[in-house]
């Protein structure tokens, strides 16, 4: 299987330093601003009086249109080329926020409440999604252009790594500035994603990839990207994918709730607080990418496995917890987990496809994260008003299935050596 997909990589060499720093700059980039979001949500949600239902029909909505974006947007950087959806991408995020911010703002001095407030607050997160997917499509498809197979899962690792750096700096950097004022993030968000899809317009040079058309049917694009979603060599891999991020989106957006709930703290502080522990979750991912991942390139199939044990013992502790410190460490071992899930399905979804069906892959790939996050916060939400530790004890009921398709997988691996041994 692996010999698919290395003609681009093999004919090709590798971009410079520079190039790299661009392309996983960009990656970074986006992550902060979606973890800063996501920090933020639930103090902005507490501050312009909305539910928590609602703060999580918002994520949901946006997740939904990024997941059915994302493949398209992958098909679509095989003809438009890599370098310019990336750079569509993060033009679309960038004034996708601004609408954002400008929304929040308005219900902040209370110029839109209610079913009005909700409205405009959808409506421009979903525009922004439809966009930004571009983004993390164009660039694992760029990635797995310049590495051979054997690179794949460390060139993988890389971009995942570049993700959990900006996880790490988004909500340090939200709470800080969220002292100026709970919306001035998002602007800040809103300039640096412009500035980074200028530097990427002027300096990041093309794929190695060849585009293969300078025109294309938008029904043959919508039709082949959306057409991944029911690819029979991907449906494990997506399904596990799926699984992983909703348990962390469970996690992720009922705990800013929970801090305010059980231990007293206003909006800005509970912003403050769960910044700071995702901030360590994303430096415990990171951690876990440069050591597993980089220096003793562990397999693919063995980091699924390893991402099991991690989520479940998280939110076990989570379920059980009283003590914000414990709490903040049951999500680093999340973190933990989810860094070791996200390199290895995009990994092993790139390897199952040849190098043409390397943008349409990559965009199913990149749509995990968002497809967990459809249900995730609405069902998180959901149950934390009927009881403040349900979601941990639906993610601990997760870890059953997800422990069963990563056995598949890492038996399908060793099929697929011993066929190719033999």
Known sequence: MSSLNSSSAATNPNPGTLSHTILLTAVAVTALGQTLVFTLLPSLGRATGLAEMQVGLIISCSSLVFA???????????????????????????????????????????????????AGLVLSRMVQAAIMAATPAAAAAYTADITT??????????????????????PVSGGILAAVGLVFPLYGVAALTALMAIATALWLPPSPHQPTARTVSLGKVLRSGLGAYADPRLRDLLLTGVMLFMSFALIQQTLGFLFQDHFGLSPAAAARALGLTMMAAA????????????????PATLLVALAVPALGAGALILRLADQQLVMSFAVLLVGLGLGFGMPAIMSLASLR??????????????????????????????????????????????????????????????????????
């Not at 430096?283 to 562990?298: D, E, H, N």
């Not at 790939?365 to 149950?383: D, E, K, Q, R």
């Open 68 to 118: 059915l974006a994302s493949p398209v947007w992958g098909t679509l950087s095989e003809s438009l080329g890599r370098k310019r959806v990336l750079v569509i991408g993060l033009s679309g995020y960038s004034l996708g926020t601004l609408m954002f911010a400008v929304v929040f703002d308005i219900g902040l001095h209370g110029g839109l409440a209610g079913a009005l407030l909700v």
């Open 149 to 170: 197979p054997e690179q794949r899962t460390q060139g993988m690792g890389r971009i995942g790594a570049a993700n959990n750096l900006g996880t790490v700096i988004g």
């Open 283 to 298: 430096v415990t991912s990171l951690f876990g990418q440069i050591v597993v991942v980089q220096w003793l390139r562990a």
């Open 353 to 422: 496809v040849s190098s043409e069906e390397q943008g349409r892959v990559a965009g199913l790939a990149s749509a995990c994260p968002a497809l967990g996050f459809i249900l995730g916060p609405l069902v998180g939400t959901g149950l934390y008003t009927l009881d403040h530790r349900w979601p941990y004890l639906l993610v601990m009921s997760l870890m059953v299935p997800l422990a069963w398709l990563a056995w598949r997988l890492v038996r399908s691996a060793a099929d697929s050596k011993a066929i190719d041994n033999g």
